[in-house]
């Protein structure tokens, strides 16, 4: 798989999946047995969907030919099965608008400012696109590019965080791992959470607890309820409440928030597709929407008998899959085996069987 660099004019594209959990991910593979080579694009900024984010050392027993798999496993299964069809990866971004365009085409762009335009798209969106969940208060939106970062990781943050006074805010293991990485390369850190209690493995609240006795973290126990900046924008403190309900004010030059990740809809209901309370309505021979050319599979779509289970989703991308080539081929396409099809061996870059 490889990464793309955004661009402002479109890409063109045979296939642009939505969303790369575990459904997306096979929907790719699909795909590429069929000859069609896809995009794939997600919100998170790594692959796995629901299985990465929400279960990845859990186990799951009913994936055929699979006995038991972590969440995880699960996903790095998927990426071995579709590496022969490299997908072009857009991660870490979320697609905001969906157009049909006047010749057939269908024009995407996502919030990192790419822009595809696809013969067909795949949306997998699952529950909804994995995002951080935002500070509410007042100025928040306001602020600079910069000065406010969800969620960045380790490097992101160190390097943000170089000679700035930085609030860390959150109370989970990531906002305890952002406050220990920037501790060294920060001029102060404060990890501001509502209460004064932590969740993270021991090893890192024991770092925590130590560099809090020495004076290079301090904690702040309380509630954002503004951002205060100068005339120029910049950023210069935090309006607070404490615990005890009075105001107080934090100067920082940087606020780094790590307040979770969570699903939402997002602009899926404005893209003109057909709806049935929050998913998108599909005929279950093809699994298009009511946008010809747009199909969708996995947890976002919605038929009678529809279960919220990945080998559904599984079936579903396979018949989406055939439904595209057939369109794109205009007559019906005959059934191929890997076993036996030395064409898909050969997509599949695997020597013919003898
Ligand atoms: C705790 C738990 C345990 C489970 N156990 C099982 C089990 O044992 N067996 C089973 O079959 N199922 C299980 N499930 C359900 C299973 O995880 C889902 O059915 C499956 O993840 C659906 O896959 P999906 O690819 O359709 O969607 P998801 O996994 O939800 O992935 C959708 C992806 O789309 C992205 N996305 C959405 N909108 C956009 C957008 N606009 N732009 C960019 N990206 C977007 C999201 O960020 C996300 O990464 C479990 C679920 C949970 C929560």
Known sequence: MHPSPSSPTPQAADAV????GPVGLFQVFQ???QGIAAHLVDALPHVGGQCAELYPD???YDIPGIPVCTGQGLV???QRQIAPFAPTLHL???VHTLAAQAEGRILLTTTAGTALLARSVFIAAGVGAFV??????EGVEALAPGQLLYHPDAATATRAAAGKRVVVHGGDEAAVQAALDCVDAAAQVLLLHRRDAFQAAPALLAQLQALREAGRIQVVIGQITGVETAPDGTLQALALLDPQ????RQPLDLLLAYLGISPRLGPIADWGLAMDRKQLTVDTATFATSVPGIYAVGDINTYPGKRKLILCGFHEATLAAFAEAE???GHKLPLEYTTSSERLQARLGVAPAR
């Open 327 to 329: 369109r794109q081929a």
């Open 31 to 33: 795909l590429g047995l």
């Open 92 to 94: 870490g971004q979320q």
């Open 132 to 137: 951080p969940r935002a500070i509410k208060a």
């Open 76 to 78: 790095e299964l998927l």
């Open 58 to 60: 859990k186990p799951i």
């Open 245 to 248: 309900g009075e105001p107080q």
């Open 17 to 20: 999946v939505i969303g790369a």
